[in-house]
């Protein structure tokens, strides 16, 4: 009788074990981690208990900050899946969220936008990111076609700011003078050393002297 009693409650205790649902899981991943100033991020992820409608948070750690503020609030679809838009404007990373359950990070780093232009023999160099960069040097370079590589010309030091179109939107800039053979394809380029901590390294489109 006592065996019967026994072999009962554990064939109960295995039946509820096996029926329990597993702990909810949840993932992120971005359709690119580099992405240029301004440029949109997709982030998507799926639930694991696969239910729809239910609200996924998006919180985001930037560059230089500790605390994570609200990047989004989206939900699941079919599926469990979940999809964001973000738009980082500085090295970020993102995690989701849903109730208590969180994902790992994903980092987003960014490069700045470079534009390089020219009138006359003054050359003018700017750089378009979320924080000031004065201070910091670009580098001038030309093309080599010989040897199929770019070399420098001139190291510029940024020195004026202005306001970007929309905060917190900043244009780094300098004046140079240079002197090019006619034709000759030239750039700007910031190394990842003055580009750093919170962004990465970046090239303007090319141009011709």
């Not at 029926?19 to 301004?38: C, D, E, K, Q």
């Not at 900050?65 to 993102?94: C, D, E, F, L, R």
């Not at 790992?104 to 003018?124: I, M, N, Q």
């Not at 924080?131 to 420098?152: E, I, M, N, S």
């Amino acid at each position: 009788m006592k065996i019967f009693a026994l072999t009962a409650v554990l064939g109960a205790a295995l039946a509820t074990a096996a029926g329990a649902a597993p702990p909810a899981s949840l993932t992120i991943a971005a359709s690119t981690t580099v992405v240029n100033y301004g440029s949109p991020v997709t982030l998507s992820g799926k639930l694991s208990t696969q239910k729809s409608n239910q609200a996924i948070g998006i919180g985001a750690t930037e560059c230089g900050k500790t605390q994570q503020s609200k990047a989004a609030t989206v939900k699941t679809v079919a599926g469990g899946t979940y999809s964001a838009a973000v738009t980082p404007t500085i090295g970020t990373a993102y995690q989701a969220t849903y109730k208590n359950v969180k994902s790992a990070s994903v980092p987003v780093t960014v490069k700045p936008v470079l534009a390089l232009s020219r009138s006359g023999a003054t050359w003018t160099a700017k750089v378009t990111a979320g924080q000031a960069l004065t201070g910091q040097a670009v580098l001038f370079q030309r093309y080599v076609k010989l040897h199929k590589r770019w070399k420098q010309v001139k190291r510029v030091l940024l020195t004026a700011t202005t306001p970007g179109p929309a905060k917190p939107t900043v244009v780094s800039s300098a004046t140079f003078a240079a002197k090019l053979a006619r034709g000759t394809r030239v750039r700007l380029l910031i190394t990842a050393a003055q580009a750093a901590p919170c962004y990465v390294t970046a090239t303007s489109p090319s141009l011709r002297a």
